[in-house]
């Protein structure tokens, strides 16, 4: 998908902290701190704005807390089938690490390696990448990562609700096909309420995955809004 976009605009991809090559990054693993961590990545790339920010599934909460927090920064946002925080998503998941021993377990004893192939981590990735991916994905410091951001899942969603208002900041929401869980759907349809705006296009046949399943939709949404903040 990246080389795809790239033949337009600059395009930017790196792993979260504790994930692929990047070291673990502080607690606790929030979209607050995903958004300031990736604020800090750009500057010290010196990588300059104005972003177009492009996030998927949980990274849309990401992008969606640093619209909000560096807007004079950001031109436009694509939500790729962003998860939705619901009315209740508030307070904070327990942060305790005493599941870590049981939650890693499986990658300490070689388990996920050995499950990588029945399991096909390797999720419709490139072959000069799939490997590398998957990897990194089997091992302790993946797994703990992984717990790391789920026990940090519900205050980033409290974090994320709380961004209710982007002005005018042009905003695509991409979604998977519709008609397949009506509750998502319709909070699909809600995220176009974050800006004045926003428009709805549909990966009609993806699921979640859409920079898999369907990637020349995602490549679509992307180009189309930068065209569409170049054209302002």
């Not at 692929?20 to 958004?35: K, M, N, Q, V, W």
């Not at 508030?90 to 004893?109: D, E, K």
Request: hydrophobic content about 40%; glycine content about 10%.
């Amino acid at each position: 998908m990246q080389p795809q976009a790239a033949a337009t605009t600059r395009v930017c991809t790196y792993d979260r902290a504790g994930m692929g090559y990047s070291e673990p990054g502080p607690l606790p693993r929030t979209a607050a701190r995903f958004a300031d961590e990736l604020h800090t990545l750009l500057q010290r790339a010196e990588i300059p704005g104005p972003y177009v920010l492009a996030g998927h599934s949980l990274g849309g909460y990401t992008v969606r807390l640093f619209a909000a927090t560096y807007p004079a920064e950001v031109v436009g946002l694509v939500l790729i089938d962003s998860t939705t925080p619901g009315a209740g998503a508030q307070g904070q998941a327990p942060t305790s690490r005493g599941w870590s021993s049981i939650a890693t377990l499986p990658a300490r004893v070689g388990l996920q390696r050995l499950l990588a192939g029945p399991l096909d981590l390797k999720a419709g990735l490139a072959p000069e990448i799939a490997g590398s991916y998957v990897a990194n994905s089997v091992t302790p410091r993946s797994a703990q990562t992984g717990l790391d951001e789920f026990l940090g899942a519900s205050e980033g969603a409290a974090e994320a609700n709380a961004v209710t208002n982007l002005g005018e900041l042009p905003l695509i929401v991409l979604s998977r096909a519709p008609n397949r869980d009506l509750d998502w759907d319709r909070k699909q349809t809600d995220l176009l309420g974050l800006s004045s705006n926003s428009q709805q296009l549909f990966a009609q046949h993806s699921g979640h995955n859409i920079q898999l399943d369907e990637p020349e939709a995602a490549v679509n949404a992307i180009v189309q809004m930068v065209e569409q903040v170049r054209g302002q």
